[in-house]
């Protein structure tokens, strides 16, 4: 489900050319991902990179997050004890 959300967010993503030829990226339902890369490539890799961890953040804090298409990601799921990820 993650996967799917990352991949819709990053459709949605924008860019836009500046002056100097570098680019800016940015997730308009994701407040604060946005990225700058030479290329629009390096771009792309740095927002994917930008959205990621600003998930990581969210998740953690318990925050909600933004519906991106018809994927939300706020719905109740199992919490899983750490003891019982390490054995």
């Excluded at 946005?34 to 890799?45: D, K, N, S, V």
């Excluded at 706020?74 to 004890?81: A, D, F, G």
């Amino acid at each position: 489900m993650l996967t799917k959300y990352i991949v819709k967010a990053m459709s949605a993503a924008t860019y836009d050319k500046l002056e100097d030829g570098s680019f800016f990226g940015k997730i308009q339902k994701c407040p604060g991902v946005t990225a700058f890369g030479e290329t629009l490539y390096q771009c792309q890799e740095e927002l994917r990179s930008s959205l990621e961890g600003w998930l990581i953040v969210k998740i953690r804090h318990g925050d909600r997050l933004p519906k991106i298409g018809r994927i939300d990601l706020n719905k109740k799921m199992p919490v899983i004890e750490e003891t019982a990820l390490h054995g």
